[in-house]
Structures are given as C-alpha cells and as structure tokens.
C-alpha cells in the first residue's frame, strides 16, 4: 500500500507543478513582467514547489531526514541521473560563463549547507533566513547581468499564455495548490510506510526514491529535449533548480520549522555526494573536449549515481 501512496503522490506533484508554473507565468505576464525576469524567478521558484512542499510536510512532521533527504538526493539527481541520461541520448553544449556564476553559486550553497547542518545538527531559522537572502542577492546579479541578452534568447516561456483569463489562472492555481498539498502529503506518509515496510530507514528512501521522485519534471523535460535534439533544456537549467532547491526549499522551510540533522550518513556521506557531484562538473566541463558533456561523460556521471544508489542502500 505504500508504494500506492508514493504513486499517487508522485504523480499530483507532477501536475500541481504543471499547473503552479502555467498559472503563475501567465499571472506574471498579465502584470506584464519581463519574460526574463519570469524564467528566472517565477518559473525556477514554481518548479522547486514540490520540492518545498515535500520538505515542508516532513518537517512539520517531525520526519527530518525525509526533508534534508528530499533535498539533497533531488541535487544528486539532477546531475547524476537527469544531466547523465541526457548527456547520453544528445551531447550538451556547455555555456563558457556558466562555471562563472551558477556553478559558483551552487558549489558555495552546498559547502555552506554542510557547514550550517554540522554546527548544532541543525539548520535553524537564521541559517535558513541567510540562504534565502544570498539566494534574492544571486537572482538580482544574475537578472542585472542578463539584462544585455535579447528577450528571445529567454527559455521555456510559453507566449500562448500571455492571452489566458483571469479565471483561468485562478482555476490553474487552485488545482497545482490543492495537487502539490495532497500530492506532498501522500508522497511523505508513502515513504514513511515504505521505509518501515522494507526495513531501511527514512534517509535511504529519501535520498533515492522521493528524490528522484521530485525530481521527475526535470528529468522528462530533459529526456524529451534531448529526443528532439533541443538544447533548451540546459545544464544551466539543472544548477538553477539544485540552487533554488537549497536556498529556497531548505533556506524558507528552516525559517517555518528549524530541520534537525538525525541521520548521521547525512553528513558523513550524502552531503559528500552532493557536493562531490557538484565538483566534479568542472573538470567535465575543461577535460577532455572543453565545453561539452558528451556521451562517455554522460556515462560517468549515471554510473556514479547507480552507485550511489547501491551504496545508499548497502549501508
């Protein structure tokens, strides 16, 4: 029955994410707000709502390590599963300003994560307050920076959505609100039973299936980007979601409820792997063909996460 409700749960993120972006884009282009300020704040913030909302459920439960875990595994994913299965199906052409800012940003996030989990075993209010506030001074360099790019080099905005009625937005909200609180609620308490019922803990099914759970979006988005042979789909789009995911997702449920660090893999192995995944994106990027993640390295990098996964389980 577990797995029933992980289904379900799974599959009302899916659609309350869907229907959360649609309706929050065309709210946003109603108020006639640049398109490019949209896709990197409302359309970024919209696609980490599942995210926050599973971590949020767990951490008003009680159930940290599914918060913490949720989050952790997700940024794993994205780079392990997501970027490697896409690199595999079409090679991905890498931005040269990307290891710049966002790579920077992601790589300092995860390190200072680590740092604030392991003072006290606990990301308090504060801590939570300040990868809010680095996350609002990011996006302002980064809209001021991105302001010279034409508003046609600006991705995944649906133009279709600037003619949708207000009570279309109000019925599209409603749904993504009512899909993701159902969606959440059911997903934690599936991974709370199937924990118990397979005799693993809490962290394990955390770290693998809710996270790769949430992080279905960004993995079907990819896949099928990367079928059509579209690049729109980048890794510049990956590092985004895995900086919302911190600063946002952990950064505002830390301030509502403070998230205490039980596991103790959590810091002796996951946020390794977390950070190790991030690390590891620079010399993929300089070697041995600069720029490109290419088959082989697609290769490398789901390989690692397969192994991530067997290990997870294993301990």
Known sequence: MSLVWLFLGLILLVVGGEFLVRSSVAMSLKFNISKLVIAMTVVS??????????????????????????????????IGLVLGITAII????????????????????????????????????WEGAALMLSLIIFLVVLIKRSRKASEADVQNIDKTLEVTSGFKIIVWLLIGAVSLYFGSEWLVFGAKEMATSFGVSERVISVTV?????????????????????????????????IFNIASVLGITAMIQPIAVNSTQILSSDMFWMIGFAAILIPMFLLPKRFEIGRIKGFILLGAYLFFVFTTFRV
Request: proline content about 3%; aromatic content about 8%; glycine content about 6%.
């Open 90 to 125: 079409s090679p991905l052409a890498i931005n040269k300003d990307l290891y710049k800012m966002d790579w920077s940003m992601m790589m300092l996030l995860s390190v200072v994560l680590y740092f604030f989990l392991k003072s006290g075993n606990v990301l308090n209010r």
């Open 210 to 242: 809710v996270a790769v759970g949430t992080s279905v979006p960004e993995l079907a988005a990819s896949v099928i980007a990367a079928l059509k042979k579209e690049h729109a789909i980048s890794l510049g789009n990956l590092i985004g979601s895995n």
């Open 45 to 78: 913030f919209s696609t980490s709502a599942p995210e926050f909302l599973v971590s949020l459920q767990a951490a008003l439960k009680g159930y940290s390590d599914i918060a913490l875990g949720n989050v952790i595994g997700s940024n794993i994913a994205n």
